[in-house]
């Protein structure tokens, strides 16, 4: 009976310790940042697998969601509303890209890696419009 109550002690405190060493992220979402109008700060985000990221509404009109294509094999997508801050939860490794639903070919995108970016290649293949296609350029050389 004792070794039972030990064996669960520190199984918890275990637990305890990978849950504390997750981290929480916060991008935000800005009608004019360093980068100029209508971006994410920062742009490129490198997470560990089980860390969270926050886009935060800090200018009204923007949401962030993720781009068809551009996450790895068995990744949610998200879709954040309009204004509203999004936390998500990135638990598949891999590269991750994000847009503002009304500001893409304004070139609004984000690229968040968890850890390994294992589908780099197939991200960097998929075509987005306007200014858009020319910051993922930028983003992934940064990689």
Do not use: W
């Not at 992220?25 to 971006?39: A, D, F, P, S, Y």
């Not at 204004?83 to 009304?102: M, S």
């Amino acid at each position: 009976m004792k070794f039972q109550t030990i064996a669960l002690a520190v199984a918890a405190l275990v637990l305890a310790g990978a849950t504390a060493t997750a981290a929480d992220h916060e991008v935000r979402m800005l009608n004019k940042g360093e980068k100029g109008v209508m971006v994410f700060e920062p742009d490129l985000v490198r997470v560990a697998p089980g860390d969270t990221v926050t886009f935060k509404s800090t200018d009204p009109g923007h949401n962030a969601e993720t781009i068809k294509g551009m996450l790895p094999d068995g990744a949610a997508s998200f879709e954040g509303k309009m204004g509203k801050d999004v936390t998500v939860v990135f638990a598949e490794p891999g590269v991750y890209g994000v847009k503002c639903k009304p500001h893409l070919a304004m070139g609004m995108v984000a690229v968040v890696v968890v850890g390994d970016p294992v589908n780099l290649d197939e991200a960097k293949s998929v075509k987005n419009p306007g200014k858009a296609g020319k910051r993922f350029a930028e983003l992934f050389a940064g990689l």
